[in-house]
């Protein structure tokens, strides 16, 4: 098992990759594998986290990071990351392999002196990597609100101290889904089904702390 950056030629196995670990997990289809496509021209897009794991020749993992800031109560603006899509082929999944790209690039955050990594994600993914509730760090959306998925992961002991933060992603993640669909006539059809995940992720997105 190999891991090492994406290069061009990766980029439509990545695609694949993408569709197969997310379809129908969180809506019927999915628009993962379209956000990748995109997300590598944004402005945004950080090349040197853009990390793959490759096995005999296969990729068969994915991890993309992009910029993201924290806004104090008094105006202190600090770069951190957020990573998204991340992703691990159905068949490899429960390896150990999502832990070791998660391990590795954030090692590599952390060497860029970076704070910390902020993500919206299934807290159940990621507590075990030592991600927090943003409300653990008086960390909230741009609203002032304490997302259930809102996830903070600190690189620096005592980083956040008391003042109060609000985290911006990129607007890369904010896209036309039209274009998705378009997108996604390029691959193979897959049918879109209703599961019992896509139920869990709706009451997810719609649960705050306080
Ligand atoms: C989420 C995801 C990236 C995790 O990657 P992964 O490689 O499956 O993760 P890991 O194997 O490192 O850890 C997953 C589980 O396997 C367990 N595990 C790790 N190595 C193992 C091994 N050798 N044998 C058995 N279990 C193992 C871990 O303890 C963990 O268990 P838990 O979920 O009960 O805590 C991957 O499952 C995925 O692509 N899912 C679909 C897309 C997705 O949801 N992405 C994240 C968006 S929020």
């Known amino acids: ?44 897009f950080i090349s040197e986290l853009d990390y793959v794991v490759e096995l005999n020749g296969i990729i068969i993992a994915s991890i993309m990071y992009t910029e993201s800031f924290l806004l104090s109560d008094d105006q202190e603006k600090v770069r951190t990351v957020s990573f998204g899509p991340l992703c691990v082929h159905p068949d490899y999944q429960r390896k150990g392999i999502g832990t070791a790209l998660i391990e590795k690039t954030k090692s590599l ?11 919206y994600g299934d807290p159940h993914n990621y507590c075990k990597h030592g ?57 193979v059809e897959k049918e879109k089904m209703h599961k019992y995940s896509q139920e869990i992720f709706k009451m997810n997105i719609r649960a705050f702390l306080r």
Not at 109 to 115: G, H, L
């Open 131 to 187: 991600f927090r509730n943003g409300i653990d760090y008086h960390v909230s959306n741009i609203d002032g609100e304490y997302p259930l998925g809102l996830l903070v992961l600190e690189l620096q002991n005592g980083f956040f101290g008391k003042k109060k933060w609000k985290i911006k992603q990129t607007d890369a993640f904010y896209f036309d889904h039209e274009k998705v669909l378009e997108f996604d006539r390029q691959f």
């Open 1 to 44: 098992m190999n891991i090492r950056l994406e290069t061009k030629d990766d980029f439509r196995q990545v695609e694949e990759l993408t569709r197969e670990a997310f379809w129908n997990l969180y809506v019927p289809g999915c628009d993962e594998h379209y956000l990748c496509h995109i997300l590598r021209e944004h402005k945004d």
């Open 109 to 119: 955050v952390k060497n860029m002196n970076i704070p910390a990594i902020i993500i």
